[in-house]
């Protein structure tokens, strides 16, 4: 900050000099137009007195005895213009200059003491010696004084006012105005929109100093981070387009392997290797699931899913084919799925590939993370709708969840029910619930077991009753 602080000195040198000039004109001004007004007030009351009363200058009676002193405190004495002396003794010495002046025929002279303010007139008259010269001397008087030295002192605060605005707007405003815009720039580093313009005075640019450094380190921070950001935004675009074509290409062979363990599974007759075969077939179901989770996943987080224009669901049939397609799993778990929906048809906007893959998570949860044992577990999907929205309802009669979990239990990286696994599918729900403006809610079912409920506007109206 070493340039900036010599910037500032030379900034308040340059204020501390116009204001030592600015108040020394001031009090000169104040000085010369006070001393004016004291000399013509004495010379136009002198003038006025003599003519008044002319014999104000006629001293011929008693030259010696002349003299007058005023109780402002002037005084009026006669003088020889030849030599220059009074006849009285009393009388003050004129002063050389002036007499000198009227000697070489000017009718008067006036001379003035601006510090000291006082002054003297000396006038030549048409009269024998020695009272063809007269002298008038005058002095300020303590009211003067006074109202001078009050003038003055306005005088002088209202320069010191002028010059710390002056110094506030020429010294500390531009300093403002560049912190301000070096905030201004730190806010907008890393935005994609954010422009990082350069701050100027006027015509003139700013100074080079530390301040300029920090903008334009903010400025190189800004173009690196935007930078970093492009690459990490076409790393993760490539890594979601590989993710989806491993999930594709995973698909295909997880399904025909999904159908060989379910044949399998009904061939065999010991029941060792038959729950050996239903182990093996809900770790491909799992598999199969994660995958499809980690696909819609990376599309949530790239925004790919925005690119694709919503389409138009009938909702009953969707979640009719995500039922049958957990049922063969239910069946191994000795679970009871059931589906019920209404006769009219739900139809709904959004992206089918994240609300059945959303369906399939809520369902596949339901089922795996059930602790049915005897054949007594249950897992229903109820689907209902009035006239504006329609309601889906997954109930289970499993372990359930504990209330302190349910407020954050489709949080991304929360346990599941059973403990394993890292709560993807869940968490996928709520951000599919969210993008498509679906209400969620997760209760427990009494006397044991969760609900999960879904609410989502109607994209029409019911059909016609006539």
């Keep these: ?63 010696a005895r002349f003299g007058q002193q005023m109780s402002d405190g002037s005084s009026l004495y006669a003088y020889d213009r030849r030599t220059g002396v009074s006849a009285n003794r009393r009388a003050p010495p004129i002063d050389p200059t002036q007499l000198a002046e009227v000697q070489r025929g000017l009718d008067y ?15 030549a008259v048409d009269r024998p010696s020695p009272c063809d010269v007269f002298q008038l001397q005058w002095r300020a008087t303590s009211e003067l004084r006074a109202r001078t030295t009050l003038t003055f002192a306005l005088i002088l605060a209202v320069a010191i006012a002028i010059a710390v605005a002056g110094g506030a707007l ?77 999930a594709h290409d995973l698909k295909t062979p997880l399904s025909s392997l999904q159908l060989e363990l379910e044949e399998l599974s009904a061939r065999l007759q010991d029941a060792d290797l038959s729950a050996v075969a239903a182990r093996a077939l809900s770790d491909v179901v799992y598999i199969d699931s994660l995958v499809a989770n980690l696909r819609v996943a990376s599309e949530l987080e790239e925004g790919d899913a925005d690119r694709r224009a919503a389409q138009k669901i009938e909702l009953g049939a969707l979640i009719e084919r995500c039922v049958s397609r957990v049922h063969p799993l239910a069946r191994r778990r000795s679970i009871e799925l059931a589906c019920a929906r209404p006769d009219e048809p739900v139809h709904v906007l959004g992206d089918v590939l994240h609300i059945e893959r959303a369906l399939m998570n809520l369902l596949q949860n339901a089922v795996t993370h059930h602790d049915a044992e005897g054949g007594d577990g249950h897992v229903a999907a109820v689907l209902e709708r009035d006239e504006t929205q329609w ?29 394993d696994g ?45």
């Design 391 to 419: 309601e889906l309802r997954i109930v289970d009669d499993g372990p359930g969840v504990p209330p302190t979990v349910l407020p954050t239990v489709a949080e991304r990286r929360k346990r599941s029910r059973s403990g």
């Design 1 to 63: 900050m070493i340039r900036a602080l010599q910037t500032l000195r030379r900034r308040f040198g340059f204020a501390t000099a116009a204001l030592v000039l600015l108040v020394g004109l001031a009090l000169i001004f104040v000085a010369l137009y006070s001393v004016a007004r004291l000399r013509a007030s004495r010379v136009s009351d002198f003038v006025r007195a003599v003519a008044k009363n002319p014999a104000v200058l006629d001293c011929s009676a008693n030259p």
């Design 170 to 246: 020429w010294v500390v405003r531009p300093l403002l105005d560049r912190l301000a815009h070096a905030s201004r720039l730190a806010s907008r580093v890393g935005r994609a929109d954010a422009v990082m313009d350069t701050l100027s005075t006027g015509s003139r640019s700013v100074h080079e100093d530390e301040l300029t450094e920090v903008e334009s380190a903010l400025r190189d921070a800004h173009t690196r981070i935007l930078e970093d950001r492009a690459e990490i935004e076409s790393k993760n675009r490539a890594l979601a387009e590989h993710l989806a074509d491993v």
């Design 422 to 466: 890292e709560g993807l599918g869940l968490a996928i729900v709520a951000a599919v619930c969210e993008r498509e403006q679906i209400e969620l809610e997760f209760s427990r079912e009494e006397p044991r077991g969760l609900r999960v409920t879904m609410r989502g506007a109607l994209d029409a109206p019911p059909p016609s009753l006539s």
């Design 109 to 123: 002279s006036i001379k003035t003491n601006v510090l000291l303010g006082y002054g003297t007139v000396v006038i």
